[in-house]
T-cell receptor, first 111, second 114 residues
C-alpha cells in the first residue's frame, strides 16, 4: 500500500521568511496530493491540493509543487505570519484507496 | 450552521467501559469517515461509510463498531475501552466518497481512558 513520508517533523522560521515542507510517496499510481493544516486544538482543514496532471499550483502565499518522476511533492509558504503556525499534513491517494497521511510537520513562525 | 459536528467534545472514562461518539453532517455528503489521531498527531483512517454502507475497514480492533442510521450520521461505539484508545477521534465527510475529494473534519472528540 501507499506510504507517505513527511519532513521535517518540526520547523521554526522567522516571520516573513519562507517555509518548505517535503513529502515523498511510494505508490506511483497516486495522483492526488492534498495538504491539510491543523491549528492547535482545532480540526484539520484543506489548504491546497494538486493533481498529477500539473506540476505546480499557487494560492496567494501558498504553493505546492509535484515531481512525479521522483515521487515527491512540497508545500511552500512565503512571507510567513504567526497565524501560519500549525501542524501541516500531506496526503496521497490513487483514487481507489483512501488518503494516506504523512506524520505531520509542526511549523512555528517566530515573530 | 456547523457543517460537521461531534459529541461529546471531551470524554473521560475508566478502562473496560463502553462509550459512543456521535457525528452529524449537514452538508448533504454521501460519505463519512472516522479518523484516530494519537498523541504524536498521526492521523489514521479507521472507517468510511458511503450511503450507510461500510466501504473501508482498516485494521481496527473489533471493539470499535461504526453505526450509520442515515447518511447524515456516523456514530462510533467502543467496547471495553483500553488505555491505548486514548486519542482524538475525528469524524469527516466528503461529497461523493471518491478518495480525491476535500474532506471536511469535525471538531474532534478527545477521549481519555484512565
Amino acid at each position: 500500500g501507499e506510504n507517505v513520508e513527511q519532513h521535517p517533523s518540526t520547523l521554526s522560521v522567522q516571520e516573513g521568511d519562507s517555509a518548505v515542507i517535503k513529502c515523498t510517496y511510494s505508490d506511483s499510481a497516486s495522483n492526488y496530493f492534498p495538504w491539510y493544516k491543523q491549528e492547535l486544538g482545532k480540526r484539520p482543514q484543506l489548504i491546497i491540493d494538486i493533481r498529477s496532471n500539473v506540476g505546480e499550483k499557487k494560492d496567494q502565499r501558498i504553493a505546492v509543487t509535484l515531481n512525479k518522476t521522483a515521487k515527491h511533492f512540497s508545500l511552500h509558504i512565503t512571507e510567513t505570519q504567526p497565524e501560519d503556525s500549525a501542524v501541516y499534513f500531506c496526503a496521497a491517494s490513487d483514487g481507489n484507496t483512501p488518503l494516506v497521511f504523512g506524520k505531520g510537520t509542526r511549523l512555528s513562525v517566530i515573530a | 450552521d456547523t457543517a460537521v459536528s461531534q459529541t461529546p467534545k471531551y470524554l473521560v472514562t475508566q478502562m473496560g467501559n463502553d462509550k459512543s461518539i456521535k457525528c452529524e453532517q449537514n452538508l448533504g455528503h454521501d460519505t463519512m469517515y472516522w479518523y484516530k489521531q494519537d498523541s504524536k498527531k498521526f492521523l489514521k483512517i479507521m472507517f468510511s461509510y458511503n450511503n450507510k454502507e461500510l466501504i473501508i475497514n482498516e485494521t481496527v480492533p473489533n471493539r470499535f463498531s461504526p453505526k450509520s442510521p442515515d447518511k447524515a450520521h456516523l456514530n462510533l461505539h467502543i467496547n471495553s475501552l483500553e488505555l491505548g484508545d486514548s486519542a482524538v477521534y475525528f469524524c469527516a465527510s466528503s461529497r461523493y466518497g471518491g478518495n480525491q475529494e476535500t474532506q471536511y473534519f469535525g471538531p474532534g472528540t478527545r477521549l481519555l481512558v484512565l
